[in-house]
Nanobody, 125 residues
Framework: QVQLVESGGGLVQAGGSLRLSCAAA????????MGWFRQGPGKEREFVAA????????YYADSVKGRFTVSRDNAKNTVYLQMNSLKPEDTAVYFC??????????????????WGQGAQVTVSS
């Protein structure tokens, strides 16, 4: 009954933009750290971005810093990932995640207890 539902994925040409949304249901996630991960073809799941409950300092993988922006709207129980200047290397299934582990590193998967179903993002060259 607790779930994260992602939307906004699709096909875009290199240099284009997409905005992913992750809506949480079942309980309020205002106290959780929210993260984004992705898994490309034949690759392991990797960290993309994270935002704490306060909406303060954010975290980004070096590969997306300056191009992607993570944000949240606690009143709507929703987290977003704005993706600009997309590259073919960004092609992957993108997952959102939520967690309360205050002692865990936000870049690590063990910081998160709840995961979305994933949204496909395909960037053509």
């Amino acid at each position: 009954q607790v779930q994260l539902v992602e939307s906004g994925g699709g096909l875009v040409q290199a240099g284009g933009s997409l905005r992913l949304s992750c809506a949480a249901a079942g309980r309020a996630f205002s106290s959780d750290t929210m993260g984004w991960f992705r898994q490309g073809p034949g690759k392991e799941r990797e960290f993309v971005a994270a935002i704490p409950s306060s909406g303060g300092t954010t975290y980004y993988a070096d590969s997306v810093k300056g191009r992607f922006t993570v944000s949240r709207d606690n009143a709507k129980n929703t987290v977003y990932l704005q993706m600009n200047s997309l590259k073919p290397e960004d092609t992957a299934v993108y997952f959102c995640a939520a967690g309360l582990c205050i002692s865990c590193l936000p870049r690590g998967t063990n910081a998160y207890a709840y995961w979305g179903q994933g949204a496909q993002v395909t960037v053509s060259s």
